[in-house]
């Protein structure tokens, strides 16, 4: 089984910055992508950005420029550098992972981290 552990979030105001983590642990083969989705209250959960195995990244427009995610592949962590926040950013932020483990035969699936919540107040 695989494990995901979410740091870095906290309340900071309009325009400041704050620095995700979610390190992936288990019997992981393989990291076939990562990233982060948010939910806001009353709102249906929507991915913000992702980065894939081979390295490529992908943003919903609403974070482009403002938010960067990367990765450390020997620690099997991603990370969100969020900058230039809104009010509009204030949401639970959830980090997904889809892995290969192996535990006698290869297995994909796709694993959620407990939410780390993020407020930017105005």
């Known amino acids: 089984q695989v494990q995901l552990v979410e740091s870095g979030g906290g309340l900071v105001q309009a325009g400041g910055s704050l620095r995700l983590s979610c390190a992936a642990s288990?019997?992981?083969?393989?990291?076939?992508?990562m990233g982060w989705y948010r939910q806001a209250p009353g709102k249906q959960r929507e991915l913000v950005a992702v980065?894939?195995?081979?390295?490529?990244?992908n943003y919903t427009d609403s974070v482009k420029g403002r938010f960067a995610i990367s990765r450390d592949v020997a620690k099997n962590t991603v990370y969100l550098q969020m900058n230039s926040l809104k009010p509009e950013d204030t949401a639970v932020y959830y980090c997904?992972?889809?892995?290969?483990?192996?535990?006698?035969?290869?297995?994909?699936?796709?694993?959620w981290g407990q939410g780390t919540q993020v407020t930017v107040s105005s």
């Open positions: 980065i894939t195995g081979g390295g490529n990244t």
């Open positions: 288990g019997s992981i083969f393989s990291i076939n992508a």
């Open positions: 997904n992972a889809d892995v290969t483990y192996y535990t006698g035969i290869y297995i994909q699936s796709a694993y």
